[in-house]
């Protein structure tokens, strides 16, 4: 059976906002909005998973998937061509401030954190994270701080590496992984800021950035991860980086993440309209969790980031990002209109030109 591009897409609504959309890989993000949450329990207010202790301790690496679906989501349009970035520029502002706003506002409500009253322009330009003493308060926004940086560099990136993606991948990978580690072994307290930080994390966006380059020039390749065994052997591979974040970089979710997000791309699973609803409201329950579970304890807190996280995203955040889509839809519709008037424009000056002397 060949794969369908279209396949993935069937349950989904044809227009708006969730139109085109993937279940799996919005399952996929609550997943790892779990594991995070998990581990926030687990290590912040010492709540036992029994068994699964090992592994919940290793949750944090649901930050590296994160990471791998962007890489995944935001460059498969670059690899296909065509990027109107000021569209672009509007679709991330829109995913990303007002959800970030939503949670500094409410969190500074309810937790009574002083931080955000008395370092109001970090907080403001998210760039709290850069100061190890402001990561009490909305600490989680340090990924926040590399994922942007990621949207400013990656239209740069798309133009350098078009037509010889795989290797200039691989290369700003390398060097990535080089910083990485070069930093784990000089770590200290003067320089810790920098964990996580970009470029240092890069190369976890590669490998959801080459399954897109995959995707559009190799889809024969890219139809073999519907296999089940690119499934289990991608879960291995979480499961290990969970086992083992010791490591300098996260090996586990670089390997294992790509293969689960290809075997989702190809098949559909139940309940899509609400992996598609908790997938998006996953990155408000990611920013508000660990503030209340220091504030009202592990399971009051949970209580109060689900209800804040659900109505973040259904009354503030999807209306505004759908705006955001809309004037998108309508800016490329009028721009494929000019263009299809310019083309039709010099059609009569063509036919009727004189032929050139023989």
């Known amino acids: 059976m060949t794969w369908d591009g279209g396949e993935r897409r069937r349950g989904t609504p044809s227009t708006g906002l969730d139109r085109g959309r993937s279940s799996g890989l919005d ?36 930050v590296w998937i994160f990471f791998a679906l962007s890489g995944y989501l935001l460059y498969k349009p670059f690899v296909k061509g065509g990027v109107d970035l000021t569209a672009y520029g509007l679709k991330r502002a829109g995913r990303i401030l007002p959800g970030y706003l939503v949670a500094l506002a409410a969190l500074t409500v309810l937790t009574g954190s002083r931080l955000p009253w008395e370092h109001p322009l970090p907080y403001l330009t998210i760039t709290a994270p850069y100061d190890i003493p402001l990561r009490q308060f909305l600490g989680n926004a340090w990924t926040l701080s590399a994922e942007i940086l990621f949207y400013v560099t ?26 990485a580690t070069v930093h784990r072994f000089q770590l200290t307290d003067a320089n810790a800021w920098m964990l996580g930080t970009y470029p240092l994390s890069f190369y976890a966006f590669v490998p959801g950035m080459l399954l897109a380059v995959l995707e559009v020039r ?30 300098p970089v996260a090996i586990g979710p670089a390997i294992g993440t790509p293969l689960v997000m290809g075997w989702l791309l190809h098949h559909r ?33 949970l209580l109060i980031a689900i209800a804040g996280s659900a109505a973040s995203w259904a009354f503030i955040e999807r209306p505004i990002l759908a705006r955001v889509h809309a004037h998108s839809a309508r800016r490329a519709a009028s721009r494929s209109a000019a263009a299809a008037a310019a083309a039709q424009s010099t059609e009569p000056a063509e036919s009727t030109a004189p032929a050139p002397a023989a």
Request: net charge positive; aromatic share 14%.
């Open 27 to 62: 399952g996929l993000r609550a997943l790892a909005c779990l594991l995070v949450v998990a581990f926030h329990m687990h290590t912040v207010s010492g709540v036992s998973f029994g068994p699964l202790d090992p592994i919940i301790r290793g949750g944090d690496t649901g």
């Open 218 to 247: 190799r889809p024969a390749w890219f139809a073999a991860l519907r296999s089940p065994v690119a499934l289990a052997i991608g879960i291995a591979y979480l499961v290990f980086g969970a086992l083992f974040t010791i490591l």
């Open 154 to 179: 990656l239209p740069f990136i798309a133009r350098f590496a078009a037509g010889r993606e795989v290797k200039t991948l691989a290369i700003l990978a390398l060097a990535s992984t080089t910083l």
């Open 269 to 301: 699973l139940p309940w899509q309209r609400l992996l598609i609803f908790t997938g998006g409201a996953s990155y408000a329950m990611y920013l508000w969790h660990k503030d209340l579970f220091i504030a009202f304890g592990p399971w009051f807190g």
